[in-house]
């Protein structure tokens, strides 16, 4: 899969019993007779690992379950024996953003100190060979508990004095950035006020910005290892707080949240065994929450053909994301919410079609997941491109700054294509006019002359009645004609013969508000 940037899920379909306060995972993965122990659940709520006491002599094993789609979690089964033995620690399993990477941590060789950080790939319902993370991730101490940012290029850690299988002491959290070549730089402790002396277990948030961590280490703790949380502002992470919402006097410490950011994932004690629950955060604590977008990228035979994708925040215009699909075609990536956004596939063919999209997670409520196929294909007549991006200043023919991306990639493939001609439709649905200005968006001004007749009256003091014209004056907000040659007037100075241009503008009215909007297409000629 490709690289993400920044989702979801949520695990019952009923609003009501999504917004209890606790909720249990279902009987599928918890068991009356059963304990289990740390959960770790995927950023996109699709792959979760745990201990259980399910395994061979009543002793703790870790157990993986999936889904797909919207099916139901299959049967959990035991990691396998490359992966799973009495070397590991055994709460250090994690997973990567979309549940594909699984991480652990275990003492056998080949090593670089003593407990190391191992990752492995999981295919399907099996899991390749794990592979030791090496220098600079491990060291001559003991790491364990990675957790990886949803762009897959920062990761946090523990590096800790002392480790076994069951317990580990004398920890930090470290944190490490992946450099362009793909390997990891040089980790860095983060500061003194989250290591204060044994803390453990990082978590790092959908969001990139929120840490939730375990210490026995800060004034208040109710006992054990308690759950602290802090977030990353302008650089720099604030005092940590303790979750009391789910602080025992036990240890409270192996806890996963999903890319939704609604609900914490815990062991717990039930009526006859330990289970696992998830707890309603507070809103005033919870991480932003993230949308999954993915899809396929295909040509016009189905089949995956290369090509780049890319998201920018259409407020800052910073690029958030780049990369390419995976070698079928899908790709997943995590838009967080609070921010616009633009998604871009460019092909590799300069010929080649292009394809865009805006996302609005401004609003109260966002999409848990949007489904975005792509198809790409050797442009040719009688093609109808949708310029997704190119948007006009409210009231106006002036294009908006994120608009002209979409034009420079519209200039590319028509230079590509110089023996085809191009429509530039512009086409609004939402009509309004009036006699008078009513609103500002009825920006346009149309004076219509209209013959009637008035009574009047002669020299000699007889009624008659005369032939008159009246200026009526009509307020619109039809600007498509000046949009539609605003883009013609880019586009030429991209490059584009100008004989290889017309235009074509409509405007309807819409009485459905939600059905009201304005349209921007490239009509491909012969």
Not at 190 to 197: M, S, V
Not at 360 to 370: F, M, R, V, Y
């Amino acid at each position: 899969m490709s690289r993400l940037t920044f989702l979801y899920i949520f695990l019952f379909s009923s609003q009501a019993f999504s917004q209890a306060k606790i909720r249990k995972l279902p009987a599928s993965i918890n068991h009356p007779a059963l304990n289990l122990f740390a959960p770790y659940m995927s950023f996109d709520g699709d792959a979760l690992v745990f201990i259980s006491d399910n395994g061979e002599d009543y002793e703790l094993t870790p157990f993986y379950t999936f889904r797909e789609g919207s099916s139901d979690w299959k049967a959990p089964f035991v990691l396998p024996k490359s992966i799973y033995t009495k070397l590991n620690f055994l709460r250090g399993y994690t997973l990567g953003p979309e549940g594909r990477f699984l991480y652990f941590t275990t003492i056998k060789s080949p090593g670089v100190g003593g407990y190391d950080l191992w990752v492995c790939e999981r295919k399907g319902s099996t899991f390749a060979e794990p592979r030791n993370l090496g220098l600079p991730i491990n060291s001559k101490g003991h790491e364990g508990s990675a957790t990886i940012t949803p762009d897959g290029k920062t990761m946090f850690f523990m590096r800790c004095d002392k480790m076994d299988q069951k317990n580990a002491s004398g920890c930090k959290i470290l944190m490490a950035s992946k450099k362009s070549n793909g390997q990891w730089d040089e980790p860095q402790e983060l500061p003194a006020n989250i290591n204060t002396g044994n803390s453990q277990a990082p978590r790092i948030m959908a969001d990139g910005e929120m840490l939730i961590f375990s210490s026995d280490k800060f004034p208040g703790n109710k006992g054990g290892m308690d759950l602290m949380m802090t977030r990353l502002k302008n650089g720099t992470w604030s005092t940590p707080d303790p979750l009391d919402f789910v602080n025992t006097p036990g240890d409270d410490q192996f806890i996963s949240v999903n890319a939704q950011g609604r609900y914490l994932l815990k062991d717990s004690p039930g009526t006859r065994k330990n289970e696992l629950v998830e707890y309603l955060i507070p809103t005033e604590l919870r991480p932003r929450g993230l949308m999954r977008v993915e899809g396929k990228v295909v040509d016009s035979n189905g089949q995956p053909t290369p090509a780049y994708l890319s998201v920018v925040d259409s407020k800052t215009g910073k690029r958030i994301f780049s990369g390419r699909p995976s070698a079928d075609g899908s790709y997943t990536l995590f838009l967080t919410e609070g921010s616009q956004y633009q998604f871009s596939v460019d092909p590799e063919q300069s010929d080649f079609t292009f394809y865009s999209k805006a996302f609005d997670l401004t609003g109260d409520q966002i999409p848990q997941i949007e489904k975005v196929p792509v198809t790409l294909k050797k442009m040719e007549a009688n093609d109808d491109i949708l310029l997704n991006m190119v948007t006009f200043k409210p009231g106006t023919n002036e294009l908006n700054e994120s608009s002209y991306n979409e034009l420079k990639r519209a200039s590319r493939l028509m230079s590509s294509n110089s023996g085809l001609n191009y429509e530039v439709q512009v086409l609004l649905a939402g009509y309004q006019e009036d006699s008078v200005r009513s609103n500002p968006d009825l920006t346009q001004q149309q004076m219509d002359s209209v013959m009637t007749q008035m009574d009047d009256i002669d020299s000699l003091g007889q009624l008659y009645q005369r032939d008159t014209i009246i200026i009526k004056t009509i307020y619109h907000n039809n600007r498509t004609p000046a949009q539609a040659q605003t883009i013609v007037n880019y586009l030429i100075t991209s490059g584009v013969a100008p004989g290889k241009l017309t235009t074509f503008v409509n405007a309807r009215p819409e009485a459905i508000e939600e059905k009201k909007k304005l349209e921007v297409h490239l009509r491909v000629k012969k």
